[in-house]
């Protein structure tokens, strides 16, 4: 995606925290608030006001109950617990905007593809057309205990699963009901053509669905597809069925290497690379001068949970930091979770020798990524530089303070970008994936088409 425009989504989640553990005790931070529609109406009101494509929703299933080999530190410090259904929240968003779209997270392993597919379309629906599908395969032990396995399926095994999950929905939302299938046509009493609805007959060995799609085809018919695999096999997922997707890692090389791979990736599997759009993650701290960023950063900085952020990664990484002393340096290792959070701070970024410490002080604003602390000016060129740098399309802004950093973003850096030229003004399309990736449907050369 070659795309001048910068594109930002807001990466939140439906919870107190998501990647900023311990930031709710910070004066004026309204993450409690994540229960009240209206702070929800309030947040959408606000991405739209800057241009953003979408609000990202990352979603868990579980309670993180690595760290000390207990959920309480989750439990007592806010991690990513109490959280609640982001799919609920889309409704009410979309009824107080016009163009701001919505990827909810939902689970392959855990769901059935039939459901999701007929729950998507109808987000689609009501949204005209302005769902994203976030494609993920769950990563907690503790998830897949609560919804009935007896151990967290291995992490290739989810992938594969996954890939017949997808194949799915996209039989039903692109195969199943022809455009001109719905006539309406009051005088004959005749709603729907049934010969221009079709069953899927899939059999495969995950799934079995006759089909047809019980709903109508919905603007985009399949949602944009977002994806944010990291390993491998991860990489591979994505390339075949991404068109959207969100990188997590720490310096603008290790962003260019996996933009770089990915696309072949999918070059090699005929497609077009340069179709796909990347978002890298960015924690912004900006204020009216440096001095006031620097000031508000400090104050974020002392406000962080260092339990908090380790019972945070040690269930992104399945790593149980409370047995690790602050300066034992943290190995690459292969694992059953997120393989690309450990390869993120240790094979992705060798140039640092990462101690426990380390990876508490750097995840703890901003994950696996960088915080850009500035004026507005300063925090505006570090974007530039990293949009030309390193390929991607745009940004996922993650939070720090609720909803102050979104704030500070749309009424700061956002009007600077925009004298750029950087930034839309108004919105190009109707829906999500025309304002993302300038068309309404899939690319051709997508599976789902071929």
């Known amino acids: 995606m070659t795309d001048e425009t910068i594109h930002f989504n807001l990466f939140t989640m439906n919870a107190v925290e998501h990647v900023t553990a311990g930031?709710?005790?910070?004066?004026?931070?309204?993450?409690?608030?994540?229960?009240?529609?209206?702070?929800?109406?309030?947040?959408?009101?606000?991405?739209?006001?800057?241009?953003f494509d979408a609000v990202f929703f990352a979603d868990v299933r579980g309670i993180y109950d690595v760290f000390g080999g207990s959920r309480d530190t989750a439990i007592e410090k806010a991690v990513q617990t109490?959280?609640?259904?982001?799919?609920?929240?889309?409704?009410?968003?979309?009824?107080?905007?016009?163009?701001?779209?919505?990827?909810?997270?939902?689970?392959?392993?855990?769901?059935?593809?039939?459901?999701?597919?007929?729950?998507?379309?109808?987000?689609?629906?009501?949204?005209?057309g302005r769902l994203a599908f976030n494609v993920v395969t769950s990563y907690l032990e503790s998830a897949a205990e609560n919804?009935?396995?007896?151990?967290?399926m291995e992490h290739d095994a989810r992938y594969d699963r996954a890939e017949e999950?997808?194949?799915?929905?996209?039989?039903?939302?692109?195969?199943?009901?022809?455009?001109?299938?719905?006539?309406?046509?009051?005088?004959?009493?005749?709603?729907?053509?049934?010969?221009?609805?079709?069953?899927?007959?899939?059999?495969?060995?995950?799934?079995?669905?006759?089909?047809?799609?019980?709903?109508?085809?919905?603007?985009?018919?399949?949602?944009?597809?977002?994806?944010?695999?990291?390993?491998?096999?991860?990489?591979?997922?994505?390339?075949?069925?991404?068109?959207?997707?969100?990188?997590?890692?720490?310096?603008?090389?290790?962003?260019?290497?996996?933009?770089?791979?990915?696309?072949?990736?999918?070059?090699?599997?005929?497609?077009?690379?340069?179709?796909?759009?990347?978002?890298?993650?960015?924690?912004?701290?900006?204020?009216?001068?440096?001095?006031?960023?620097?000031?508000?950063?400090?104050?974020?900085?002392?406000?962080?949970?260092?339990?908090?952020t380790l019972a945070l990664l040690g269930g992104f990484m399945d790593l149980d930091f409370s047995e690790l002393a602050p300066d034992q340096r943290v190995e690459h290792i292969e694992t059953e979770a997120i393989q690309g959070a450990v390869n993120a701070l240790t094979k992705h970024a060798p140039e640092r020798d990462w101690t426990v410490?380390?990876?508490?002080?750097?995840?703890?604003?901003?994950?696996?990524?960088?915080?850009?602390?500035?004026?507005?000016e300063q925090v505006a060129d570090e974007l530039e530089r990293w949009h030309d740098e390193t390929g991607i399309a745009g940004f996922n802004v993650k939070e720090i303070v609720r909803p102050g950093t979104l704030r500070d973003f749309v009424d700061l850096v956002v009007p600077e970008l925009r004298e750029r030229g950087l930034v839309r003004e108004e919105y190009e399309g109707e829906t999500l994936r025309e304002n993302m990736l300038g068309r309404r449907y899939l690319a051709d050369d997508h599976p789902a088409k071929r």
């Open 23 to 51: 930031n709710w005790r910070t004066p004026g931070d309204q993450s409690h608030r994540y229960t009240e529609l209206d702070y929800w109406q309030e947040v959408a009101r606000l991405a739209e006001r800057g241009g």
């Open 82 to 128: 109490p959280a609640n259904d982001p799919e609920l929240l889309v409704p009410a968003m979309a009824s107080v905007t016009d163009h701001l779209g919505f990827a909810v997270t939902r689970s392959t392993t855990y769901v059935h593809p039939y459901q999701l597919a007929r729950e998507l379309s109808t987000l689609d629906h009501l949204t005209d």
């Open 147 to 152: 919804l009935g396995l007896d151990e967290r």
């Open 165 to 308: 999950f997808l194949r799915v929905c996209y039989r039903l939302w692109e195969d199943s009901w022809e455009d001109d299938a719905v006539v309406r046509d009051a005088e004959a009493g005749r709603y729907t053509d049934p010969e221009k609805v079709h069953a899927v007959d899939f059999e495969g060995d995950h799934f079995s669905v006759p089909g047809p799609h019980s709903c109508e085809p919905s603007p985009q018919r399949t949602p944009v597809l977002y994806q944010a695999g990291s390993s491998d096999r991860g990489r591979n997922f994505a390339a075949r069925n991404a068109e959207a997707l969100f990188v997590s890692q720490p310096t603008k090389e290790a962003v260019r290497s996996y933009v770089e791979d990915v696309r072949e990736r999918a070059e090699e599997r005929g497609r077009d690379g340069d179709d796909l759009a990347f978002f890298a993650g960015i924690a912004p701290v900006v204020g009216e001068t440096e001095e006031v960023a620097r000031a508000k950063y400090e104050t974020y900085r002392e406000n962080v949970d260092y339990e908090a």
């Open 357 to 376: 410490r380390d990876v508490a002080e750097f995840c703890g604003l901003g994950s696996t990524s960088p915080v850009v602390v500035g004026s507005p």
